[in-house]
């Protein structure tokens, strides 16, 4: 089956500092990788749409200067969130698209803020 | 209103139980429909897709009523390992978009 590997799977950081979690489709390309982001007993919320090749689609409300999205390769998107703070801590996590559609996921990494 | 809702839960069950998800979404357009579970902490991962006719997948089976908006999963013979976060999950585009939208999950727990 298909794989996304995402990493690192777990970040403790200063509040104020970068963070960058990369995500990886192992064995297809993907034109089209998601980002979400899930708090504690809520749903997932999806982020952004990040297209190979072009500037990613942020959903309303996602800041696009703090959340910088990079999907350089078929195989490869990274997501920045820039200047943590508390607030930010969450669990993130992005999908990769194959053409027929289904999304699977990587397997998350959980970002704390202190 | 939101897109995707399911029912609250939680759900305790015992082994061997028969239970039933249901789910509502709000746009008509939607041409996608899925399953997913999320056990605590991970990512989800797919269980099944819907179809229009209905699937089945082992104890598994997924029913679809567009004219409803209405998706549900039932399990049969529940077994402990069924025990997570099951999620309807939305494709309101279709087409090109793959986006999705996730209800918010009800939890099962399927008890000895």
């Known amino acids: 089956g298909a794989v996304v590997s995402q990493h690192p799977s777990w970040v403790i950081c200063k509040s104020g500092t970068s963070v960058k979690i990369e995500c990886r489709s192992l064995d297809f390309q993907a034109t089209t990788m998601f980002w979400y982001r899930q708090f504690p007993k809520q749903s997932l919320m999806l982020m952004a749409t990040?297209?190979?090749?072009?500037?990613?689609?942020?959903e309303q409300g996602v800041e696009k200067d703090k959340f910088l999205i990079n999907h350089a390769s078929l195989t490869l998107s990274t997501l920045t969130v820039t200047s943590a703070h508390p607030e930010d801590s969450s669990f993130y996590i992005c999908?990769?698209?194959?053409?027929?559609?289904?999304?699977?996921f990587g397997p998350g990494t959980r970002l704390t803020v202190l | 209103r939101k897109e995707v809702e399911q029912d609250p839960g939680p759900f305790n069950v015992p082994e061997g139980a028969t239970v039933a998800f249901n789910c509502t979404y709000s746009?008509?357009?939607?041409?996608?429909f899925f399953w997913y579970r999320q056990d605590c902490r991970k990512e989800p991962k797919l269980l099944m897709s819907?179809?229009?006719s209905g699937n089945e997948d082992g104890r598994f089976t997924a029913q679809l009523n567009r004219a409803s908006q209405y998706i549900s999963l039932l399990i049969r013979d529940s077994k402990l390992s069924d025990s997570a976060t099951y999620l309807c999950v939305v494709n309101p585009r279709g087409g090109s978009a793959r986006q999705l939208t996730f209800g918010s999950g009800t939890q099962l727990t399927v008890l000895p």
């Open positions: 990040s297209n190979e090749g072009s500037k990613a689609t942020y």
């Open positions: 999908s990769a698209s194959r053409l027929a559609g289904e999304q699977f």
């Open positions: 746009n008509s357009a939607s041409q996608s």
């Open positions: 819907v179809y229009s």
